[in-house]
């Protein structure tokens, strides 16, 4: 069974940095490519970032580039995503999700490990 785990929300204000963790654990999931969404009340799970499993490779949504990074540590299973120039909209509960495969890595549905979540409140 694989687990993924975020860390690092909290209440910023317009401007400022963050950086999430999304720590995996389990027999494979070193192999598993993450994926970074976010979601608002009643709205989809928008994708934000993904990396393959061995962080050569990374996606991010086209709104977010230039702003949002997403970086692996392979040595500690841990993938992270840097948050700059963060605003208002950018509120919204983070979850991180893993799979084994590495295709539409955008697409919600295609996961099958999820996160809890963990909250990013941008103040203005």
């Known amino acids: 069974q694989v687990q993924v785990v975020e860390s690092g929300g909290g209440l910023v204000q317009a401007g400022d940095s963050l950086r999430l963790s999304c720590a995996a654990s389990?027999?494979?999931?070193?192999?598993?490519?993450i994926g970074w969404f976010r979601q608002t009340p009643g709205a989809d799970r928008d994708f934000v970032a993904g990396?393959?499993?061995?962080?050569?490779?990374?996606y991010s949504a086209d709104l977010l580039k230039g702003r949002f990074t997403v970086a692996r540590d392979s040595a500690k299973n841990t993938v992270y995503l840097q948050m700059n120039s963060l605003k208002p909209e950018d509120t919204a509960v983070y979850y991180c999700?893993?799979?084994?495969?590495?295709?539409?890595?955008?697409?919600?549905?295609?996961?099958?490990?999820w996160g809890q979540g963990t909250q990013v409140t941008v103040s203005s």
């Open positions: 389990g027999r494979t999931s070193r192999t598993f490519t």
């Open positions: 999700a893993a799979k084994s495969l590495s295709t539409r890595v955008g697409v919600p549905s295609t996961y099958h490990y």
């Open positions: 990396i393959s499993w061995n962080g050569e490779i990374t």
